[in-house]
C-alpha cells in the first residue's frame, strides 16, 4: 500500500521531468512534503542528466577571505557578525590582506579568491576599490570572487549615491570577477522581517545581480533555509531565481545554505542543526526546480564530505572547493574542517563513481581524474 501511495504522491512530478517540463510551485511542495527521500534524488538526478549533465563533478581551488565582521545589519542568524565596539570586531588593511593572500598562494596557488564581509559603516568605497586593486596587481591570474550583492548596495550608500552599475563598473575595472550569492536569505518579505529585518529588499538583491549579468559578470545564488520560513517560501525563493536567470542568464550555480544557529538568537530559541535528510531534499528540490541553473554546489562546508558526496546522487555536481579558511558558518557552530586537500576532494568524488574535475571559477576545466 505505501508503495501505491507514494507513486501516485510524485508520479506527476516523475511524469514532468521525463517529458523535460518546467515543475511549478505546487510540484515544488509535493516534493518537499514527500518524505521518499530516494525518489526524490533519483529525480533530481534524472533531471540533472536529461538537461545534458555528465558524470563530471566539479571543485575549484580557492582561498576563502573576510577583510571585516563589522556590521551595521544585524541578521538575527548570523554569528560572524561585531559591533566596531566588541572585542571580536576587525578591519584587516588591504595590504596586510594582501600579504596574507600572495603569501598562501605560494603555499598552494589557488586560482580564486572568495571574500565576503559585514556591511561596516566606518570603511569607505575607495577601501573596497583599493583592496580589489591590490589583489589583482599581486595576484593577476586569481579570480576574484568578492562581495555579496547587499555589500555592493551598502557601497552605493558610503559612497554618497553611486548607483549598482557605477559600483559594480569600478570594482570590475579594478579586477573585480564575479560575485558570490550570499545575502539572498529567503526572499519573502514576512521571513526577512523576523530573520534580517535592517537587510535590503529582495528587489536591490536581484537588481546587483541583474545588473551584473548585464555588464557581462556572472554571479552565484543561495538560499538560507532551516530557521523560520515554511516550504511554500523555500520554493518560492527558487521560483524567482528561476526567473532572473531566464532573464539575464548570469547565474554559474546555486548554494544552498543550511543555517546553523549556533551563537545566534535563534540557538536561545531552540533552534538546531537542519538534519541531513533535509539538506539532501534541499539540494534535490533546487536542481529538479532550477532547470535553468546548470551547478548546484553541495558546499562540504555545511554538510560535512561525507554527506555532500552523498549530495551528487542528489542533484549536486559541484563541491564547491578547497576553501582552507572559512568563518561565517563555523562563528555559528559548523563541526566541519575548514579546509579539503585537493587528494580528499577528489577520493569523494571519486567513491560516488562520478569522475572528479578540477575548474576555475568560470567553469573552465584546469584538470581531471580519470
Ligand atoms: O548571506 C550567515 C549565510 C551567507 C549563517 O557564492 C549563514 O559560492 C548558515 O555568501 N548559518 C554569506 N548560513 C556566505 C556566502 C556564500 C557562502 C558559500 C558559497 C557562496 C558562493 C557564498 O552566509 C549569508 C547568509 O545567507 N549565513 N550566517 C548561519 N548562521
Given amino acids: 500500500m505505501a508503495t501505491i501511495e507514494m507513486q501516485t504522491t510524485l508520479a506527476p512530478v516523475r511524469e514532468k521531468v521525463e517529458a523535460g517540463e518546467r515543475l511549478d510551485l505546487e510540484d515544488g511542495l509535493a516534493l518537499l512534503e514527500s518524505d521518499d527521500l530516494l525518489e526524490i534524488g533519483e529525480l533530481a538526478d534524472l533531471a540533472r542528466r536529461l538537461r545534458g549533465g555528465t558524470d563530471d563533478v566539479f571543485f575549484v581551488q580557492n582561498m576563502n577571505l573576510y577583510q571585516t565582521n563589522i556590521c551595521r545589519v544585524k541578521c538575527k542568524f548570523c ?8 572585542e571580536q570586531a576587525y578591519t584587516i588593511t588591504a595590504e596586510e590582506l594582501v600579504a596574507d593572500a600572495a603569501h598562501q598562494h605560494e603555499l598552494s596557488g589557488f586560482t580564486e579568491i572568495h571574500m565576503v564581509n559585514g556591511e561596516n559603516p566606518h570603511i569607505s568605497f575607495d577601501f573596497y ?18 562581495y555579496t550583492a547587499s555589500e555592493i548596495h551598502h557601497m552605493t550608500t558610503v559612497s554618497g549615491g553611486l548607483t549598482h552599475e557605477e559600483v559594480l563598473r569600478e570594482l570590475k575595472a579594478a579586477g573585480l570577477g564575479s560575485l558570490p550569492g550570499g545575502g539572498a536569505e529567503i526572499f519573502a518579505n514576512r521571513v526577512r522581517q523576523l530573520v534580517a529585518p535592517g537587510k535590503e529588499d529582495p528587489e536591490i538583491w536581484f537588481h546587483v545581480h541583474d545588473t551584473a549579468h548585464r555588464m557581462g559578470m556572472p554571479t552565484h545564488c543561495t538560499m538560507l533555509y532551516g530557521h523560520v520560513e515554511t516550504y511554500e ?6 521560483i524567482r531565481l528561476r526567473e532572473q536567470q531566464d532573464k539575464t542568464g548570469g547565474f554559474l550555480a546555486f548554494i ?27 539540494l534535490a528540490v533546487s536542481r529538479l526546480m532550477l532547470d535553468n541553473i546548470e551547478h548546484i554546489k553541495a558546499y562540504w562546508i555545511m554538510m560535512g564530505m561525507p554527506l555532500a558526496a552523498v549530495g551528487l546522487h542528489f542533484g549536486a555536481n559541484d563541491v564547491q572547493g ?38 576555475d571559477t568560470l567553469y573552465n576545466e584546469i584538470r581531471r581524474w580519470a
Fill in 79 to 86: 554569528a560572524f557578525a561585531a559591533t566596531q565596539k566588541q
Fill in 256 to 282: 544552498p545554505l543550511a543555517f546553523h544557529p549556533e551563537n545566534t538568537v535563534f540557538e536561545r530559541r531552540g533552534w538546531r542543526h537542519t538534519t541531513g535528510a533535509d539538506d539532501l531534499k534541499m
Fill in 322 to 359: 578547497t576553501v582552507v579558511r572559512e568563518t561565517i558558518f563555523h562563528a555559528a557552530g559548523a563541526v566541519t574542517e575548514t579546509e579539503q586537500k585537493i587528494d580528499q576532494l577528489v577520493r569523494f568524488v571519486s567513491e560516488t563513481g562520478r569522475t572528479p574535475v578540477q575548474r
Fill in 129 to 146: 576599490v583599493d583592496t580589489i586593486r591590490q589583489l589583482h596587481a599581486a595576484l593577476p591570474s586569481v579570480h576574484l570572487k568578492c
Fill in 233 to 238: 517560501e523555500r520554493v518560492d525563493h527558487l
